[in-house]
């Protein structure tokens, strides 16, 4: 026999399906031309719904990781509009561009007041695009590292990104500037930017006390031609396509360890961070793959925040993992099928937080310990999207199942979820 | 709950079964390629004498190639995205697809001396990507890319006529007329459908198997010319297979 929330939850179920049906024609296009000036509007509205298969009524509420908020039991299912967006992307001749971009959906985050890791306010950038040398983009804008990042989320098959890559890890926005360019019929992009190494946090006008900026580069090469940010091969393409990105980035931070106890601790470390990773992308006749490779070096100032009683024996240690991912774009079904495993070591001081010596295996300083995997995660996912009206009306499904939890992390519950989303885009 | 997910996923399958095309595209192959100078081609036409092609780019640029896709002329005009272009024996029609204006150019120094501008509220990129004559009914085509794809019909004063949205293809990125019969190009498919110039209903159907193209055209002989704006390439096919009769 169902239980009460069995039958709520299927209820939910059957609302997206329907309303997803009726969305099929629905259609909303604007830009407007103004002599050399040419402004589009766009958006998105793009609701999800969030089964929790968390167990145990026995073991008590099960609260937001790193938060104060009691209130919020991850127990329970959850509606929740990922995007209410809207967008602005102007022009001026062939010289000049800007792009504002909000999303009303995160001005409150669930301990109230604006959610820093996910901020309202998604680009804010002008562009100088008139030299065939060099183009400039400067403000609030994606960092030029990780192909996953940069990916907008209506080219990805997944509601959620992978753990890593998600903004709880690294930062993907920041204010900053980047000079870019184009090369081989834009096979080849160049990319070098300067940020304050604040990430979405830049926004509340403050900086780090060390002065230091975060600097970062990436570049790609594609074959036989230019490859867009997709994950899915939309266009089924004829003939095999590759793209291999290699990106970099480093910062150095002077931050107080409490003010960053967010998350993993490692977007806005008391130290130097340095990061390097590669992506590829490949895409042939409606099958696509990704995969994304990380490391991250850390050596924080204080080396006991990160791996307590261990500064006698190292100033470093390592975070880091992968990404793969293989989809497949099924033309006459309308649908994409997904699958995805991730695997995240957050730090390889293994049971530092548990004051607990171990071996880093980047210095190679063994601590008196082997090295282990309980700060390692791993997750895998499948996806399923329904093309309604192409990308402008899609239905979305993701399962995602931890098969290993970060085990020296409170909170992080070895639970799968279901989301349910409908993306409809007006462009 | 694992069930349910299962289940769903099942009833999502179903609901997205669409008919299958029942006609299935002839498979074409290039017999011969030309690398070209012209950065992102976005569609190519044959001038009045055959001899040559005018290219336009997105970059805003026309350009005069010979049939091989060697740069002949420049024009000095520019605008922002050109993405199609037709010429009779009076003028070389471009279509900027950003400001929805047509420009008109003179054949000997390519210089514009007429702009048309016909407004289209779709957003950036989705404005007019192919222009051509239809003889037919004596009418230019404008042609938005998707969403919808809608041929309009304009008169010599380039004033919207008539205007029919077209199904069947993702996007449309480039129409010619030839012998006959309207020709319309689709990027995300790869595909090359001849339609009834009349009615527009398709009569045949070509599977060109090239990545991104966006411009074609047929010289005198019949030989159909294809460009690939992401690979900068020109392609030639040879003339089209005769129809089958049932």
């Not at chain 1, 329970?76 to 022009?91: S, V, Y």
């Not at chain 2, 350009?63 to 420049?74: K, M, V």
Request: charged residues 20%; hydrophobic residues 35%.
């Amino acid at each position: 026999m169902a239980t009460t929330s069995t039958l709520k939850a299927r209820i939910a179920l059957c609302l997206f399906v329907v309303f997803g049906l009726a969305a099929l024609d629905l259609k909303a296009q604007i830009s407007i031309n103004a002599g050399k000036s040419n402004l589009e509007i766009s958006g998105a509205l793009y609701p999800i719904f969030n089964m929790r298969y968390v167990p145990g009524s026995a073991s008590g509420p099960v609260y937001w990781p790193f938060s104060n908020n009691q209130n919020a039991d991850l127990r329970n299912n959850r509606f929740e509009m990922r995007n209410i967006q809207l967008n602005l992307e102007g022009r001026y001749a062939n010289d000049w561009e800007y792009q504002i971009q909000i999303n009303f959906a995160k001005i409150a985050s669930p301990d109230g007041g604006p959610d820093i890791e996910n901020p309202p306010l998604m680009e804010s950038s002008v562009s100088y695009v008139g030299s065939r040398h060099i183009k400039v983009k400067a403000g609030f804008q994606k960092i030029p590292y990780s192909r996953s990042s940069l990916t907008s989320y209506t080219q990805m098959p997944y509601i959620r990104r992978a753990e890593m890559v998600r903004g709880e890890v690294f930062s993907r926005r920041d204010v900053g500037v980047v000079l870019y360019n184009s090369y081989w019929n834009q096979r080849i992009n160049l990319f070098a930017g300067m940020f304050t190494g604040q990430g979405e946090a830049a926004l509340m006008g403050v900086n780090d006390r060390s002065g230091n900026f975060e600097l970062v580069a990436r570049a790609e090469v594609a074959y036989p031609s230019r490859y867009r940010n997709r994950e899915i091969d939309d266009n089924i393409s004829p003939v095999p396509m590759v793209v291999l990105g290699v990106n970099g980035r480093t910062n150095t931070r002077g931050n107080i360890f409490a003010s960053d106890s967010l998350n993993y601790g490692l977007k806005n470390l008391n130290g130097t961070r340095n990061m390097w990773g590669f992506d590829v992308s490949a895409q042939y006749m409606g099958w696509s793959a990704q995969f994304e490779y990380h490391l991250m070096n850390m050596r924080p100032t204080v080396m006991a925040d990160y791996g307590q009683g261990l500064q006698a024996y190292t100033d470093n240690f390592n975070a880091g993992g992968f990404i793969t991912q293989l989809n497949y774009n099924c033309q006459p079904l309308r649908s994409v099928f997904s699958i995805r495993y991730d695997r995240f070591n957050s730090n390889d001081l293994v049971g530092a937080r548990a004051g607990e010596p171990n071996y880093n295996f980047l210095s190679g300083t063994v601590t008196g310990k082997a090295y282990d995997s309980r700060s390692t995660q791993e997750n895998i996912t499948i996806a399923y999207n329904l093309k309604l009206n192409g990308w402008n009306s899609a239905l979305r499904a993701q399962y995602s199942q931890p098969i290993k939890v970060d085990e020296t992390l409170p909170g992080r519950a070895a639970d799968p979820q279901l989301r349910l989303g409908w993306q409809y885009l007006f462009r | 709950m694992f069930r349910i997910t299962i289940g769903l996923l099942t009833i999502l399958c179903w609901l997205s079964i669409v008919k299958v095309q029942a006609q299935k595209p002839v498979r074409l192959k290039p017999t011969n390629q030309f690398h070209l100078s012209i950065p992102e081609p976005s569609d190519l036409c044959l001038t009045p004498d055959g001899a040559h092609f005018y290219v336009v780019s997105d970059n805003g640029l026309l350009f005069e190639t010979d049939l091989n896709g060697t740069i002949t002329r420049q024009s000095t005009f520019s605008a922002y995205d050109l993405e199609g272009c037709y010429a009779d024996a009076d003028n070389v029609y471009v279509v900027d697809e950003r400001t929805r204006k047509v420009h008109l150019l003179d054949h000997k120094n390519l210089q514009k001396h007429h702009t048309f501008e016909v407004p289209y509220m779709a957003s950036r990129n989705r404005g007019y990507e192919s222009l051509c004559f239809n003889p037919a009914k004596s009418s230019f085509l404008l042609i938005s890319e998707k969403d919808p794809s809608t041929i309009f019909e304009c008169d010599a004063s380039w004033r919207v006529q008539n205007e029919t949205d077209f199904k069947g293809l993702s996007d449309i990125s480039a129409a010619t007329y030839y012998d006959g019969k309207l020709y319309l190009l689709s990027d995300e498919a790869h595909q090359l459908w001849e339609l009834d110039a009349v009615t527009y209903s398709p009569t045949r159907k070509f599977e060109l198997g090239i990545i991104n193209p966006e411009g074609v055209a047929f010289d005198k002989s019949g030989n159909l010319y294809v460009i690939s704006d992401d690979r900068a390439i020109l392609y030639h096919f040879g003339p089209l297979p005769s129809p089958t009769k049932p």
